[in-house]
């Protein structure tokens, strides 16, 4: 989807990059391997940051406006609470 698209330029270009460097010292190696394995790095890494971005710009938006569903909930939740102590 695009908004996985950062991820998947980042590993493309991470991933060609090494590949490249490792292709430049060894006469045996074909490069996939190496080019398979920077990718998943670079998704292990990158997707938990991208999605906390994500996260973290929602709750930003939800809580600066005036969403009605977001007012109720955040009322009843102070009426429950009050009602309790």
């Not at 990059?17 to 998943?40: P, Q, Y």
């Not at 929602?58 to 007012?71: C, E, N, V």
């Amino acid at each position: 989807t695009i908004l996985n698209l950062p991820i998947a330029i980042v590993a493309h270009v991470i991933s060609a990059k090494k590949a490249r460097e490792a292709l430049t010292g060894s006469m045996v190696n074909a490069g996939r391997d190496i080019l398979a394995t920077w990718k998943l790095l670079v998704g292990l890494a990158f997707i938990p940051a991208l999605y906390t971005t994500y996260t973290l710009i929602t709750l930003f938006i939800a809580l600066r406006s005036d969403w009605p569903i977001y007012q109720a909930a955040r009322t009843t939740a102070y009426m429950e609470f009050a009602a309790v102590y």
